[in-house]
């Protein structure tokens, strides 16, 4: 489970150390030595876990499914992002944090109100 690439569709083999990396930064976090580039790629789809070879020098739009599956796993990529949020209670104990949209409060009632004016004239 690659930690930088949360929709990562695909494993690729490094050409250099011959093991499998989510992406060209877990290969540098783990590895003592850099990422040799190659343009002839091997994949694992990690939907059907069925491996592919690709030819980056031609890559075009029907090169990014898989041959085996057609699981699209060129998506762009959702990186972790850090985010401020309000931390509260578990809500099953105390759920004042909650808002029901469905709970109206009441409405404000007028003599203009024309769904209840046989009510109010008599």
Not at 26 to 52: G, R, V
Not at 92 to 116: A, Y
Request: charged share 35%; hydrophobic share 30%; proline share 3%.
């Amino acid at each position: 489970m690659c930690k930088h690439i949360l929709n990562a569709q695909v494993a690729i083999r490094s050409p250099c150390c011959k093991k499998w990396f989510d992406c060209a930064e877990c290969h540098q976090e783990s590895a003592d030595h850099p990422l040799l580039q190659s343009f002839d790629m091997t994949f694992a789809c990690k939907k059907c876990k069925k491996c592919f070879r690709k030819d980056t020098r031609e890559f075009e739009e029907s090169d990014e499914y898989c041959p085996h599956c057609d699981n699209h796993f060129v998506l762009e990529a959702k990186t972790p992002k850090a985010s401020l949020q309000v931390e509260g209670e578990d809500v099953r104990v105390d759920s004042r944090m909650l808002k029901d949209d469905r709970i109206k409060g009441e409405e404000l009632r007028t003599i203009f109100n024309v769904k209840d004016a046989a009510d109010r004239l008599g």
